[in-house]
């Protein structure tokens, strides 16, 4: 499998999730600045996240018009895998690969904390390593997490398949206690129609090796692997 990671002024996790695709592939991923046109062949495109121009105006807006995104969408409409992780996920839904949007945190707050996760569908590239109903352990580390989109849109998306992470306990209890931020649902992920496209607000990368307090993040980035090498 080949990857790139697109890079922006203000992306902090970059290198976190080159590191994790590195120890997945056993190769180092391109890194794309923002400002270049043009992607090398891969199978695997990931937005990271970090502060895109710095959060300004609405966060992922600015960096949804980079020169590399025109080509990042044509690369996902032919199928290319793509992959965008916290403002990575505001970045690609601002720039039309997601259906919804992401708002301010219903306490208006930064949220900084480690979650748990109810994996929704593994029937994708993505998740082809856990099992629909586990529960997993992500960071999470964002202001604007929360999700919307309009119910109807919403309904054809839970018939469709397309959650793929909602907020929950340690048991797996999906409920507004364990909704860290608002969000539509407790959706924590979400694919496109297609499924080649995920979107998640917690950060898989920061929790893929032991070391680093637990390796459940690495199953995604394994599964993408057994996927597309």
Not at 7 to 26: H, I, K, Q, T
Not at 71 to 91: P, S
Not at 141 to 146: C, L, P, R, S
Request: hydrophobic share 40%; glycine share 10%.
């Amino acid at each position: 499998m080949k990857a790139a990671v697109i890079v922006f002024p203000g992306s902090n996790c970059d290198r976190d999730v080159a590191v994790a695709l590195e120890a997945s592939m056993g190769a180092k991923p391109h890194m794309v600045w923002h400002r270049d046109t043009d992607l090398p062949a891969v199978d695997l495109i990931v937005v990271p996240g970090g502060f895109s121009y710095g959060d300004y105006l609405r966060c992922g807006a600015m960096a949804a018009h980079s020169p590399i995104m025109r080509e990042v969408k044509a690369r996902a409409a032919k199928g290319t895998r793509v992959l965008g992780i916290c403002n990575g996920f505001q970045i690609i839904t601002e720039a039309g690969l997601l259906p919804g949007v992401l708002m301010r945190n219903a306490q208006l707050k930064f949220i900084c904390k480690d979650v748990f996760l109810k994996v929704e569908n593994d029937r994708t590239d993505f998740c082809r390593y856990y099992r629909s109903g586990d529960v997993v352990r992500f960071p999470i580390a964002h202001a604007e997490g929360n999700y919307f989109v309009e119910p109807h849109t919403f309904r054809e998306m839970e018939d469709n398949g397309q959650i793929a992470f909602r907020y929950c306990d340690r048991d797996g209890k999906v409920s507004a206690d364990t909704n860290p931020n608002g969000s539509l649902g407790n959706v924590a992920g979400v694919y496109n129609s297609k499924f080649n496209v995920l979107g998640l607000m917690p950060h898989p990368e920061r929790l893929a090796e032991d070391l680093l307090g637990g390796s459940d993040g690495k199953l995604m980035f394994d599964s993408l692997v057994e996927a597309l090498s």
